[in-house]
């Protein structure tokens, strides 16, 4: 799983803030579901007579995924990441030949673009992206309708891996 269509990765080893964890009943099927979203096998740690007992992928900063091959739950792990500076619609169909399957893209009430995909597990991730050309529909709605202690932005901020 060498090949990616993204921003440039990201490897160097760094304290993960948030990671996802899923069990798999098939590394090699998994990985090539999430090669179609954008993910490069970052590490693979050897277990036991040398099967793979961990890998790690990650699509972009902070957007990491360890996996661990065993008796999968269907259902149980599901993520969200920011979809960057990639055409949702082409990830949707490469996550679509890839064997996954896939819902959108879709345009969301709030102002997002967003394409989820699970693999063949039952792992669900969505990638999300916001409607820039809604950005001040978006943020009169904010201000509008939504309650609590945040602020809304003056302006559109650029979308991507903000560090």
Same mark, same amino acid.
């Given at each position: 799983?060498?090949?990616?269509?993204?921003?440039?990765?990201?490897?160097?080893?760094?304290?993960?803030?948030?990671?996802?964890?899923?069990?798999?009943?098939?590394?090699?099927? !998994?990985?090539?579901?999430?090669?179609?979203?954008?993910?490069?096998?970052?590490?693979?740690?050897?277990?036991?007579?040398? /099967?793979?007992?961990?890998?790690?992928?990650?699509?972009?900063?902070?957007?990491?995924?360890?996996?661990?091959?065993?008796?999968? /739950?269907?259902?149980? !792990?599901?993520?969200?990441?920011?979809?960057?500076? /990639?055409?949702?619609?082409?990830?949707? @169909?490469?996550?679509?030949?890839?064997?996954? @399957?896939?819902?959108?893209? /879709?345009?969301?009430?709030?102002?997002?673009?967003? !394409?989820?995909?699970?693999?063949?597990?039952?792992?669900?991730?969505?990638?999300?992206? $916001?409607?820039?050309?809604?950005?001040?529909?978006?943020?009169?709605?904010?201000?509008?309708?939504?309650?609590?202690?945040? @602020?809304? $932005?003056?302006?559109?901020?650029?979308?991507?891996?903000?560090?």
């Amino acid at each position: 799983m060498t090949e990616h269509s993204g921003p440039a990765i990201d490897r160097s080893i760094y304290v993960m803030p948030m990671f996802m964890n899923v069990v798999v009943s098939d590394f090699t099927a !998994v990985e090539a579901i999430y090669a179609a979203a954008g993910f490069v096998t970052l590490a693979t740690i050897p277990g036991p007579g040398g /099967v793979p007992a961990l890998v790690h992928l990650r699509r972009e900063r902070n957007q990491d995924i360890l996996m661990t091959q065993g008796a999968a /739950v269907r259902g149980s !792990v599901s993520a969200s990441f920011t979809a960057g500076n /990639v055409d949702l619609g082409e990830v949707a @169909e490469r996550l679509r030949s890839s064997g996954a @399957e896939v819902t959108g893209p /879709v345009d969301t009430p709030w102002f997002t673009t967003d !394409v989820t995909f699970t693999d063949g597990d039952g792992n669900t991730v969505t990638l999300t992206a $916001p409607r820039v050309a809604d950005q001040t529909a978006a943020r009169d709605w904010a201000s509008d309708q939504i309650m609590g202690d945040f @602020e809304v $932005p003056e302006a559109a901020t650029a979308v991507g891996n903000e560090r």
